[in-house]
T-cell receptor
């Protein structure tokens, strides 16, 4: 089955700086890679996703890059703000199939 | 956007009793829903796939007799934790995807249910 690894597990960034979270996956058949933001005790919220037919996708301050050959993808948050503090999860799966394998999560803290 | 609702959000039960958690898709029909378990400060671990009208598919290591899943309609899946023990205390969360064409692949999560077994 799919195995997703995520690094780092914790990340502290000064407000205004950029944050980068990286994930690797094992199953070359995976073609859908969403990122979720989860605040304590709440549901994960999709913040951005990418399919394997593109290498990069951007939405305002958030971007995701995908390297299919190396089987890794990264989340980039620029101009970080205190409200970006949360736990972020990457996931891998197949587009059209709801089954996702999640990474272990990264606790991002933005320092004011 | 599509909404998945979960109930109850918090439940405390005595050891040995059973607890039912509901997951509803509010504005779409879901033939498949997923149940996850999340321990504090850990990732979401897939427990089982809930299939409307048929048996659930359980992930390796998940006891199907302990975690009963019923998907009786296209908008409702239930997870029953039977003979609960303190080690079953966890955050349980469900997910579903809006299958309508044009809805993309966004997978929606329920609010989650905190289960505490005392």
């Amino acid at each position: 089955g799919e195995n997703v690894e995520q690094h780092p597990s914790t990340l502290s960034v000064q407000e205004g700086d950029s944050a980068v979270i990286k994930c690797t996956y094992s199953d070359s058949a995976s073609n859908y890679f969403p990122w979720y933001k989860q605040e304590l005790g709440k549901r994960p919220q999709l913040i951005i996703d990418i399919r394997s037919n593109v290498g990069e996708k951007k939405d305002q301050r958030i971007a995701v890059t995908l390297n299919k050959t190396a089987k890794h993808f990264s989340l980039h948050i620029t101009e970080t703000q205190p409200e970006d503090s949360a736990v972020y999860f990457c996931a891998a799966g197949n587009f059209g199939n709801e089954k996702l394998t999640f990474g272990t999560g990264t606790r991002l803290t933005i320092i004011p | 956007g599509a909404v998945v609702s979960q109930h109850p959000s918090r439940v405390i039960c005595k050891s040995g009793t059973s607890v039912k958690i509901e997951c509803r898709s509010l504005d779409f029909q879901a033939t498949t829903m997923f149940w996850y378990r999340q321990f504090p400060k850990q990732s979401l671990m897939l427990m089982a796939t809930s299939n409307e009208g048929s048996k659930a598919t359980y992930e390796q290591g998940v006891e199907k007799d302990k975690f009963l899943i019923n998907h009786a309609s296209l908008t409702l899946s239930t997870l029953t934790v039977t003979s609960a023990h303190p080690e079953d205390s966890s955050f349980y969360i469900c997910s579903a995807r809006d299958p309508k064409t044009g809805a993309g692949n966004t997978i929606y999560f329920g609010e989650g249910s905190w289960l505490t077994v005392v």
